[in-house]
């Protein structure tokens, strides 16, 4: 029980009313670093994958402040993402409406190897998926789907200038171009089942589409991170299971010494396509879409995709032997190094980029594999970092000549240098730490400030919450030579990875509210005098608006059972954080919250007679418990006619 130490020590310390003092050397100190004063801002804003919450919750760093929680893969009843017929077609998918998922890696847009602030990519992992968010409003901007593909993990990494996001299957499958022949045994998954490495093109506008897919064999693929510097043309990706198990992973996929990380020439890649290299296979996958113009969701099926294969187009990529199950790969600032992370090995090993082009070169080859040379493991490592902790998982770098390596069993950060590669110092982590995060960490010109640990088990260190708790983040001052504990807050949902981005790259591109008339959504009502109420068959549409404090109608008669009831609410108001809600009992979505200027449409399908309340969500102004309305609901058979009206008898 390797958790009993700091558990025992905790319950002790409790007594004196000081739970937290490990590793906090002068903590009054540690506070001051961390302080950020009342109505003064963080420098930066941190994103957090949520994890199995599907969401990309927003922190304030250093203070650790939740700012925000911006939906993506998972309908959010706060503001009615994904319930709401504006966004609803964002989740579509060829499995039908996917309404969750696992969101694993957010990563920022990138322009030469720094981060630009425009835009967060993140990766679903459950129904593979890749989303855009737009940082000017914090909104999933788009959403396009990964196909021949089972399990996104080793997503979405993004290359230099943001030219391509990768995907890659973390579980391979079948893969066949005719569907029937998708259906074999398991056993057989040695000679039927097969890998994809996705490469998602970004046009300048942010808009995704597969370029191309690259097949490989049946491991499972793991992580990634594009190259920079002299090796920005290439991306690489981690595998484990090249035992190609089907059954008890634990063991089986834990035999060989070695696994592979492929190392990928992407341009090469990628300029072969542009000469029409490939084939285009079938490939169903939706790309779905903000149409900013109408603010609302648009969803398009793709059905084929191009596929390279290796084989047949030599020098793309080639399998650089990594001990054992690695995990995370990350590229050093200066893009000349290439760390694994060792999950079942005892070293840390560094591949050189310089190595593997000369053993390219040469030929220096220890084995193909389906067409993919595989490098000698000699020729290619530069060092094998000793005592880098037990279960390394990822690596983050300071900028100025450090690398930070988390372990998970022996829950620590170390910290080794990349001209010696040895270890320099190592801290504690409160527990067991996954992802660990640096602003600007995997790119080009690090801060090297702080340092957030994203630990998976957070035990004691707070306020018990019954049986679940949110997991740890632990924010650590990396400024000096040794490492030291600032803060530890709560995260909601599990945090695989997070992007610290310098506020100044963000702040300025802020959109505070959509201007009215630049709304040119087919259901919106720009003014009080165009609101009405009309029907079509047994469908109901109401044109309404809201302003501080009434909605436009407020009394509607003439709805039956048996109707579907649309309500597009338009907030009118141009002014920035005077957001509406709408609710009306017995609705079975969420609720709506309308930005100013936007058109939201609720569905309701009343199902009894009576009269039905509605009312505003949000606490708007004073007048915000007036802000409420009637509709009559009567009778299928009844004779009410449509009327409607605000402020008449
Ligand atoms: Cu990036 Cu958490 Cu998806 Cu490692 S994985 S921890
Ligand atoms: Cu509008 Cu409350």
């Known amino acids: 029980m ?24 002068g903590s009054g100190d540690a506070a001051q670093k961390v302080y950020v004063a009342p109505g003064e801002h963080d420098e930066y804003y941190g994103m957090f994958s949520g994890g199995y919450s599907g969401q990309l919750p927003v922190y304030g760093l250093p203070s650790g402040r939740h700012l925000y929680t911006i939906p993506v893969f998972t309908q959010s009843a706060t503001n009615g993402y994904g319930y709401n017929e504006e966004t609803r077609p964002m989740l579509m998918t060829t499995h039908g409406y996917v309404p969750w998922d ?14 630009d602030g425009r835009w967060v990519f993140m990766n679903a992992n459950n129904t593979p998926r890749i989303a855009r968010i737009d940082l000017t409003n914090f909104q999933t901007a788009e959403i396009i789907e990964i196909p021949n593909s089972a399990g996104n993990h080793a997503s979405s990494f993004v290359t230099v200038n943001t030219e391509y996001v990768s995907a890659a299957t973390r579980f391979s499958i079948p893969m066949d171009e005719n569907l029937e022949n998708m259906d074999v045994p398991i056993s057989s998954y040695a000679e039927n089942f097969k890998g994809t490495i996705s490469f998602i093109k970004v046009g300048d506008e942010g808009e995704m589409s597969v370029d191309f897919q690259i097949l490989v064999p049946g491991f499972n693929y793991d992580l990634s991170h594009a190259g920079k510097g002299p090796s920005e043309d290439w991306a690489f990706f981690t595998s484990y299971n090249s035992e190609e198990a089907h059954t008890l992973l634990e063991r089986n996929a834990s035999r060989n010494d070695k696994d592979f990380i492929a190392a990928i020439n992407w341009r090469k890649a990628a300029d072969l396509v542009a000469d029409g290299a490939g084939e285009d296979i079938p490939g169903e996958h939706y790309r779905n879409y903000m149409d900013h113009d109408q603010q609302l969701a648009k969803s398009e099926l793709i059905e084929t995709v191009r596929v390279l294969d290796p084989e047949e187009h030599p020098g793309i990529i080639y399998y650089l032997p990594t001990p054992k ?47 993919i040379p595989v490098l000698n493991y000699e020729s290619i490592v530069q060092a094998e970092v000793e005592n880098a902790g037990i ?89 000096g030579d040794k490492m030291e504990l600032l803060l530890d807050f709560p995260t909601d949902g599990e945090p ?36 009405r ?9 109401v044109y309404m608006t809201s302003i501080r404090s009434h909605f436009t109608p407020d009394n509607i008669e003439g709805v039956k059972v048996g109707d579907t009831v649309y309500f597009h609410l338009t907030n009118i108001e141009q002014d920035w954080d005077v957001p509406h809600g709408f609710a009306v009992m017995g609705a079975q979505t969420s609720e709506l919250l309308v930005m100013p200027g936007e058109t939201r449409t609720l569905e309701w399908k009343p199902k009894k007679v009576g009269v039905y309340p509605f009312y505003c969500t949000d606490f708007c102004s004073a007048l915000h418990q007036e802000m409420q309305g009637y509709v009559r609901v009567s009778p299928e058979d009844s004779d009410v006619a449509i009327s409607y009206r605000t402020g008449t008898e």
Request: proline share 5%; net charge negative; hydrophobic share 30%.
């Open 2 to 25: 390797w958790w009993s130490v700091p558990l025992i020590a905790v319950l002790a310390l409790t007594f004196y009313g000081c739970p937290s003092q490990q590793n906090l050397s």
């Open 102 to 115: 696992d969101a694993h890696h957010p990563e920022g847009s990138q322009t030469d190897g720094e981060l």
């Open 325 to 371: 199950s690695p995990h995370g790969v990350d590229v050093d600032p200066t893009g000349r190094y290439i760390v694994a992370g060792g999950k079942l090995s005892s070293v840390l090993p560094v591949h050189s980029f310089e190595k593997i082009q000369q053993a390219i070169e040469n030929e220096d080859y220890e084995g193909e594999i389906d067409g």
């Open 391 to 479: 279960g390394t998982l990822h690596t983050e770098f300071d900028g100025n000549g450090y690398a930070y390596t988390t372990a998970f069993i022996s829950s620590e950060i170390v910290k080794w240098s990349l001209e010696t590669f040895e270890v320099v110092d190592r801290i504690d982590t409160y527990y067991s730490p996954g992802h660990l995060m640096i602003p600007g960490g995997d790119t080009r010109n690090p801060d090297g400030k702080y340092l957030v640990a994203l630990n998976k088990i957070t035990k004691d260190r707070y306020l018990p919450t019954g049986p679940e708790l949110f997991h740890s983040a632990q924010l650590i001052d990396i400024s």
């Open 496 to 531: 695989h990875y997070a992007q610290g981005i310098r506020a100044d790259l963000i702040v300025d591109n802020q959109i505070r509210f959509y201007e009215l008339e630049g709304n040119n959504h087919p259901d919106a009502t720009k003014t009080e005098s165009e609101a």
């Open 533 to 541: 109420v009309e029907r079509d068959g047994n469908d109901v549409h």
